[in-house]
């Protein structure tokens, strides 16, 4: 559904060179710390700005290709875009009701009351959650194949976070093709609804699994100095130095649980991972 290679984007020193696959059925996870390209991914994959170079593949097609008729197929949820503030959600219905041929007014309603959102109040009104969840129902009641969303938990109580999410588990639910292409900086919004997981740092694929493998058989190794000095290092994928000795990424916790029993070996959250990969440097 989503083909990147080595995609490319540069701002001054910012050098965006991405590659990411998205197959259909799966929902997949791109994290990164602020400015690491994320939104520039998003929008080069919806045609919003240019490629510099490599090859971008959007329903199998170049994102500038894409027809009104393709368009209505993505759902999409950016941080910097959306409705004027001025509108409610009436108003806002009755453009869908006019932009989408596939629009489904029925769901947009039992969302729009599920979610306790009002009809008349202006959106300059809602609250951020309000709009978030506003965003998202958008998003879902066009019968979109794939939903393109950008920070779509920022900023949010874990309340409105985990309906946002049941939300996009229930998009996923009623069609085995459809797919989801996610960026947060929460790590922990991806590891409970993602297949998979890329991370992006300094406009670069730096990591890529899926989220069974990643809470399955990796672990961060805590080590004292003379540890690190005498353990075996060939599944130590990142490490990280700190005051106490070294923070270590491995793909084979097994390995290390068998053979280092006085090793302290985290249960890791792809947070801690995110920050060893992130922070560290590749062993
Ligand atoms: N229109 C632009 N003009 C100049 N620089 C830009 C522009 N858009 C993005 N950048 C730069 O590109 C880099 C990546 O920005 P991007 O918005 O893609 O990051 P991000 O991962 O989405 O960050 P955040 O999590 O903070 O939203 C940053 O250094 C940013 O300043």
Not at 47 to 72: C, F, Q, V
Request: aromatic content about 8%.
């Amino acid at each position: 559904m989503i083909r990147m290679t080595k995609a490319q984007k540069k701002y001054g020193d910012f050098q965006l060179n991405c590659s990411l696959d998205v197959p259909a059925g799966s929902i997949t996870g791109l994290i990164g710390g602020n400015g690491s390209g994320k939104s520039t991914t998003f929008k080069l994959l919806l045609g919003l700005i240019s490629a510099e170079g490599g090859e971008i593949k959007i329903l199998g097609k170049n994102p500038n290709k894409l027809s009104a008729n393709d368009r209505e197929k993505i759902g999409v949820v950016m941080t910097d875009t959306g409705f004027s503030d001025y509108l409610n959600v009436k108003e806002i219905r009755q453009i869908l009701k006019s932009l989408y041929s596939t629009f489904d007014e029925e769901l947009f309603n039992s969302l729009c009351i599920r979610f306790d959102l009002p009809e008349e109040k202006k959106i300059l009104d809602f609250s951020t959650g309000m709009k978030a969840k506003l965003k998202t129902i958008v998003a879902v009641t066009h019968d979109a194949n794939l939903l393109i969303l950008d920070e779509v938990t920022a900023g949010l109580d874990v309340i409105v976070r985990n309906e946002i999410l049941d939300l996009l588990r229930e998009y996923m639910e009623k069609n085995e093709e459809r797919n989801i292409l996610i960026s947060s900086h929460i790590s922990s919004d991806l590891e409970n609804l993602c297949d998979d997981i890329y991370m992006i740092k300094n406009g670069e694929i730096v990591f890529y699994e899926e989220v069974d493998e990643l809470l399955g058989q990796y672990a961060v190794l805590k080590l004292s100095e003379e540890q690190y000095a005498q353990i075996e290092k060939e599944y130590i994928l990142f490490y990280k130095k700190e005051p106490y000795g070294y923070l270590c990424l491995t793909n084979q916790k097994q390995y290390y649980l068998d053979n280092y029993p006085d090793v302290v070996i985290e249960k890791s959250t792809i947070d801690e991972l995110m920050i060893v990969i992130n922070r560290g440097e590749e062993s």
